[in-house]
């Protein structure tokens, strides 16, 4: 699985306008529903239960990075996008740091197996501190996937 093949280019976020958790949440929700790429009309339905899962347990993970994520039957194929906020946003992580780049994933109820080999990829690029470090400094979209992209050509077993 490459995760270029999740992400669609225009959906990317090179400058978050949202503040705040909660609020980056929808805006890459939107991001992904004005696309096509999830029903608009279930767009603040699978954001409240996005925020929800992050209620549970915060998907900051630390190192400047948050990958909210959830499962919703209104999805009919997974879908991600990637957020970069310069001011950095508070998502509890467990480092207590602001998060600079969020990356969200979502994907329908019925494949689970297919969400787990999401996270982990995401997970595997994101312990790369160059990985990290290059995507907090992509200023546009084209940057942030090409860096994507230059992952995924990289990790060779996709």
């Not at 312990?127 to 090409?146: G, I, T």
Request: glycine fraction near 6%; charge should be negative; proline fraction near 4%.
């Amino acid at each position: 699985m490459r995760l270029s093949d999740l992400i669609d280019e225009s959906c990317l976020v090179p400058e978050l306008q949202a503040t705040d958790r909660n609020g980056v949440i929808r805006e890459l929700i939107q991001a992904l529903a004005d696309r096509g790429h999830i029903p608009k009309e279930h767009a603040e339905t699978v954001a409240r239960a996005a925020i929800s899962r992050e209620n549970q347990g915060s998907t900051g993970f630390g190192k400047g990075v948050a990958v909210p994520h959830v499962k919703h039957e209104s999805l009919k194929k997974m879908a991600a996008t990637i957020g970069r906020s310069s001011h950095g946003v508070d998502f509890a992580a467990l480092d207590r740091a602001p998060v600079y780049t969020v990356v969200m994933l979502l994907s329908p109820s019925s494949a689970p197996e297919d969400h787990l080999a999401a996270m982990e990829r995401v997970f595997r690029y994101l312990q790369r501190e160059n990985f990290r470090r290059f995507l907090r400094q992509a200023d546009s979209s084209k940057a942030m996937m090409d860096l994507i992209r230059e992952a995924d050509d990289s990790h060779g077993d996709s």
